[in-house]
């Protein structure tokens, strides 16, 4: 059986996250996982509603699923189930499904290791975006790193420039999961 490893880039909005998972997958030659919630919120015009939350979950599961059946030594996905429940929680409180909160944590189980992406870097406005401002960014790097303090799960903050962070990055894998880059 196929030992895939998950590492999961983390964070707030606006951290640089998707493009960091994509230049690890780059890297080490391996698939990345997009947010489903961005194509859900396209093919909706914007609109989400508390009773789409499972339906959400469902597309970032299957984006997740997906991505690890390609892998050959490391998944990487570009958010994960547990960021599901951390925005749920924010914009929709009280209606994150039980079944979603119970999934991310048994996802989070088997995911090797988190990259916690810092909000020092210059915010990029987007349609998609929430808190734009300074108390709201600071509130959203404070609750994701609460969410991996508390479960006591595995993580590495990234933060500094883009080629620092890519670095650290690239270390923290190698490190915590034993891949290597592919040869070149």
Do not use: Y
């Not at 998950?6 to 890297?27: D, N, P, Y």
């Not at 119970?102 to 990029?124: G, H, I, K, M, N």
């Amino acid at each position: 059986m196929r030992d895939v490893k998950r590492v999961v880039v983390f964070g707030t909005e606006s951290t640089g996250k998707t493009m960091l998972a994509q230049k690890l997958a780059a890297h080490f030659g391996e698939p990345w996982s997009p947010e489903f919630v961005r194509e859900f919120w396209d093919l909706r015009g914007g609109k989400i509603l508390a009773e789409d939350l499972g339906t959400v979950a469902l597309g970032q599961m299957a984006n997740e699923d997906h991505t690890a059946a390609r892998a050959g030594r490391v998944a990487i996905l570009d958010t994960d189930l547990l960021t599901c429940t951390i925005w749920d929680d924010v914009l929709f409180p009280g209606s994150c499904p039980e079944w979603v909160r119970a999934e991310a944590a048994q996802r989070a189980q088997v995911t090797s290791l988190w990259l916690l992406c810092d909000t020092d870097v210059p915010f990029a406005p987007d349609p998609q975006r929430s808190f734009p401002d300074a108390a709201g960014r600071e509130r959203g790097r404070q609750l994701w790193r609460e969410t991996l303090v508390k479960g006591g799960f595995p993580f590495v903050d990234i933060s500094g420039s883009w080629a620092g962070r890519e670095a650290r990055a690239i270390a923290a894998v190698e490190r915590v999961t034993g891949i290597r880059s592919t040869p070149g």
